[in-house]
């Protein structure tokens, strides 16, 4: 009769096998959420870029205004297009404000802000803005 010897045998045992893929499903489920992460981040990043945009948009159209035709914040302005095109579905509000420079109307200067906000894709309200100076004969020739 023979008789084996189980200690010489080669390979993995259950134990081994069971330890290894826990510790592989560990990871995979670890990068699973980085990625997931970072697709979250990369979407609110969009959305924030996209607003930035249309604020800066809306600001170049107002500064291509004679500078007469800025008078106060119930000037109406139209929407910027990237306003219109991606922020539609998010329930956007697009705010200008224009004031004299420094409540004196003798300055020949008016701060104009814009500001947009939105709803973002998980629901929370998002808000950004931009403000510049106008002058009547540019900023160096007031």
Do not use: C, H
Request: aromatic share 8%; proline share 4%; no cysteine.
């Amino acid at each position: 009769m023979a008789t084996r010897n189980l200690s010489r045998k080669k390979g993995f045992g259950l134990i081994e096998v069971m330890v290894s893929t826990i510790i592989v499903g560990m990871g995979l489920i670890i990068i699973g959420t980085v990625i997931y992460s970072q697709f979250y981040v990369i979407g609110q990043l969009r959305e924030r870029m996209i607003a930035n945009l249309a604020a800066q948009e809306e600001l170049e159209y107002i500064r291509g205004l004679p500078f007469d035709t800025i008078r106060s914040s119930g000037t109406v302005f139209p929407k910027p297009s990237a306003f219109n095109s991606s922020l539609k579905n998010n329930n956007p509000q697009l705010t200008v404000q224009v004031d004299n420079y420094l409540n004196d109307p003798s300055i020949n200067m008016r701060r104009v802000s814009v500001t947009i906000g939105w709803t973002s894709m998980t629901g929370r309200a998002l808000q950004t803005g931009l403000v510049t100076l106008i002058t009547r004969n540019g900023i160096d020739k007031q």
